[in-house]
């Protein structure tokens, strides 16, 4: 029993630390004036990223991500 409990805590510690759990990287994004703080973004290829945009200004704003290939 001892043994068992041992390997399932093993296998689910394995399956929490893997790539699919692992935390998305993120970057942020702040509008104010019309600007984009940062001017320029650059992310990693292949990779899910979450980015978060902080629009300071009092209208609503919207741009788009055009295909870079």
């Known amino acids: 029993m001892k043994n ?3 390997l399932l805590s093993l296998l689910l510690l394995g399956v ?3 790539p699919a759990y692992a935390e998305i990287e993120q970057y942020h994004l ?3 004036n019309h ?3 940062p ?3 650059v992310v990693p290829a292949g990779k899910k990223v979450k980015i978060v ?3 300071q200004d ?3 704003e ?3 991500s055009h295909d870079l290939d």
């Open 30 to 32: 702040v509008i104010k």
């Open 4 to 6: 068992s409990c041992l």
């Open 35 to 37: 600007q984009f703080t």
């Open 16 to 18: 929490l630390t893997s």
């Open 39 to 41: 001017d320029n973004l």
């Open 62 to 64: 919207e741009f788009e």
């Open 58 to 60: 009092s209208s609503p």
């Open 53 to 55: 945009v902080e629009n």
